[in-house]
T-cell receptor, first 116, second 113 residues
């Protein structure tokens, strides 16, 4: 069974801390994504990556950065956590190229981050 | 930019009855894909159904079917014979070419026994 694994299900951090959210996929997917989910706003794309060491900004990249040193791992970094970054974070992956790309994504189970 | 709108924040239905969730989208492209995802309390997003824009025939997956109206840019999800396990957040999503998935705001579906 294919999997996208997020290292933490729940996380509580203090304001100003540097926070790392880890995501690993075992499907040899080229493309990986980080979304933020908030009530009434749906899922919003933070960053995505089409290849190792490659990254692209999504719709809400401010306050975040990413790292993709290996194909299977995509990390989201909160440089200095703030309370407005309290949210659910979802990682996803998919194969590169059409039509595989258009079969949708495989998602992780999410990390609920609380910044106090 | 593409946008997806789900105008129903919450819906409820009696068990065994039929419910329809609404979704509209905005794009100037003619070739794209639409999806409905389900997110149960476990938080695992599950692909429910997928529709290619170039196909006029509406997609169906067991009790789930869509009403795809390309000219109206509408993509509703119908759940027949609702079951307690259908209770979840439902997200409509859109993708065109090699671009990213764009999601709607979500609809929380409650099933009343």
């Amino acid at each position: 069974d294919v999997k996208v694994t997020q290292s933490s299900r729940y996380l509580v951090k203090r304001t100003g801390e540097k926070v790392f959210l880890e995501c690993v996929q075992d499907m040899d997917h080229e493309n990986m994504f980080w979304y933020r989910q908030d009530p009434g706003l749906g899922l919003r794309l933070i960053y995505f990556s089409y290849d190792v060491k490659m990254k692209e900004k999504g719709d809400i990249p401010e306050g975040y950065s990413v790292s993709r040193e290996k194909k299977e791992r995509f990390s989201l970094i909160l440089e200095s956590a703030s309370t407005n970054q309290t949210s659910m974070y979802l990682c996803a992956s998919c194969s590169g190229g059409s039509p595989q790309f258009n079969y949708g994504y495989t998602f992780g189970s999410g990390t609920r981050l609380t910044v106090v | 930019a593409q946008t997806v709108t789900q105008s129903q924040p919450e819906m409820s239905v009696q068990e065994a009855e039929t419910v329809t969730l609404s979704c509209t989208y905005d794009t100037s492209e003619s070739d794209y894909y639409l999806f409905w995802y389900k997110q149960p309390p476990s938080r695992q997003m599950i692909l429910v159904i997928r529709q290619e824009a170039y196909k006029q025939q509406n997609a169906t997956e067991n009790r789930f079917s869509v009403n795809f109206q390309k000219a109206a840019k509408s993509f509703s999800l119908k759940i027949s014979d609702s079951q307690l396990g259908d209770a979840a957040m439902y997200f409509c999503a859109f993708i065109q070419g090699a671009q990213k998935l764009v999601f709607g705001q979500g609809t929380r579906l409650t099933i009343n026994p």
